[in-house]
């Protein structure tokens, strides 16, 4: 990592405006209240998310009068990296110190045309799946936006992206890292469409990717919000599993998640499908008869799906399920004619699996101590996430 880089940034209490936080929109507003030209935020936008540039110096296109006013009106604050991991395969994984104190993990996994990075939307998380190691921490606290969108200004730094001679290293963003980003629904919608503006990062919005274990009232608020991809942790076919292994599915079940989602998917301008995950756990969901009942539920909804064996991890029982159980299971659904994707496993040695990545929290829950304490208990280091495996592919 560039110390240059690091001695720019640090974590402040601060209450003024950060301007790695903002939105065009916001961004626009904040001028227009300090008596500036709006347009004025396009130029920030730029200095930040597409040069890299944090130092308001630097930024000589906006005078220095104007320059001054900022530097004691406003902050431009972005999350620290404290240490990070390669793989031999060329995944990478970050780990990032948020205000709270609290450590998320962010993981870039490169493909062949580019690659993808898969963020953190909360630090732990309060929804409990009883096959996530996030969950098992507890919830800690929710990022920011300049915190979720930091991840990938951190992403492209490292990468060399901000340096105008490679072409920008990320191609697809996945909120698939830890934490629920519709229960931090503000904050990531803002970040979202930050990475998706012209202005800054400019990616496509088929290309930046919601994950939801299924909040409902807050997919039925998106459309007001974004554009972006969403992406709905199914994991079970009926509500009798699903509840058993996602205590969300007792407030929300299924059949109110795939109409939030209808909802949703109509509402966008371009013809797309969300993507269904499917967690396949050993002896829990991933018989036969699961795939074919999983058909028969999916038969009138368009989508891709997604399975993902599981990862196992320290504090869990579960296990993977056999190679040939997948290839079933897969085949099933594809004979029904779904499009089906089944992830393949990365980055083993650095112990970086989106969806199942465990970081650090400060403040830690109840919850998250009983479980500390079980693991402790097994001599096993939870946070080094040393058996964790990235899961990767494109959506
Ligand atoms: N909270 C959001 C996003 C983070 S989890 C959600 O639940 O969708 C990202 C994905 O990883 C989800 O599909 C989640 O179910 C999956 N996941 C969590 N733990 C896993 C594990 N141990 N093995 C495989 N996938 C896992
Ligand atoms: Fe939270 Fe998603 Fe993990 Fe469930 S799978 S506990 S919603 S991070």
Not at 104 to 115: N, S
């Given at each position: 990592m560039s110390d240059g880089v690091k001695n720019q940034l640090s974590k402040t209490d601060s209450k003024l405006p950060n301007l790695a936080g903002l939105g065009r929109d916001r961004l626009r507003a904040l001028f227009t209240e300090f008596g500036e030209k709006p347009f004025h935020a396009d130029q920030v936008l730029k200095w930040v998310h597409q040069r890299g540039i944090t130092d308001l110096d630097v930024m000589t296109d906006i005078s220095k009068s104007l320059r001054e006013k900022l530097k004691t009106k406003t902050q431009i604050t972005l999350p620290v990296v404290v240490d990070e991991f390669l793989s031999e395969d060329g995944t990478r994984k970050w780990i990032v110190e948020v205000a709270s104190g609290s450590r998320?993990?962010?993981?870039?996994?490169?493909?062949?045309?580019?690659?993808t990075l898969c963020i953190s939307s909360q630090a732990g998380c309060s929804l409990d799946c009883s096959f996530c190691a996030?969950?098992?921490?507890?919830?800690?606290?929710?990022?920011?936006?300049?915190?979720i969108v930091g991840q990938l200004w951190w992403a492209v730094k490292e990468l060399g992206g901000f340096s105008g001679e490679l072409e920008r290293p990320i191609s697809n963003v996945v909120m698939m890292g830890m934490g629920e980003p519709l229960l931090n629904f503000e904050p990531v919608m803002e970040a979202v469409n930050l990475m998706m503006e012209d202005c800054a990062y400019g990616l496509s919005k088929r290309k930046v990717t919601v994950s939801t274990s299924g909040v409902v009232p807050a997919i039925n608020r998106m459309k007001e919000f974004t554009e972006a991809?969403?992406?709905?942790?199914?994991?079970?076919?009926?509500?009798?599993?699903?509840?058993?292994?996602m205590p969300i599915n007792k407030k929300y079940n299924i059949g109110m998640l795939l109409e939030s989602v209808r909802g949703y998917m109509a509402s966008l301008p371009d013809k797309r499908v969300p993507v269904i995950e499917y967690t396949m756990i050993a002896g829990v969901n991933d018989h036969r008869q699961h795939a074919r009942e999983l058909a028969e539920l999916l038969k009138t909804f368009p989508c891709k799906i997604n399975i993902i064996p599981f990862n196992p991890f320290s504090l869990s029982d579960y296990s993977r399920p056999s190679g040939s159980s997948v290839t079933n299971f897969r085949q099933i659904l594809q004979r029904e004619g779904?499009?089906?994707?089944?992830?393949?496993?990365?980055?083993?040695?650095?112990?970086?699996?989106?969806?199942?990545?465990?970081?650090?929290?400060?403040?830690?829950?109840?919850?998250?101590?009983?479980?500390?304490?079980?693991?402790?208990?097994?001599?096993?280091?939870?946070?080094?996430?040393d058996n964790l495996a990235v899961t990767a592919d494109r959506l």
């Open positions: 998320v993990e962010m993981v870039f996994i490169p493909e062949a045309a580019r690659g996030t969950g098992k921490q507890g919830f800690n606290s929710d990022l920011t936006v300049a915190e991809s969403l992406a709905i942790s199914l994991h079970a076919p009926n509500d009798e599993l699903r509840s058993q292994i779904y499009t089906v994707t089944v992830r393949t496993t990365r980055g083993d040695d650095i112990g970086a699996a989106c969806g199942q990545l465990v970081g650090e929290v400060a403040d830690q829950t109840r919850r998250s101590q009983r479980h500390k304490a079980k693991a402790a208990s097994n001599r096993r280091v939870f946070d080094r996430a």
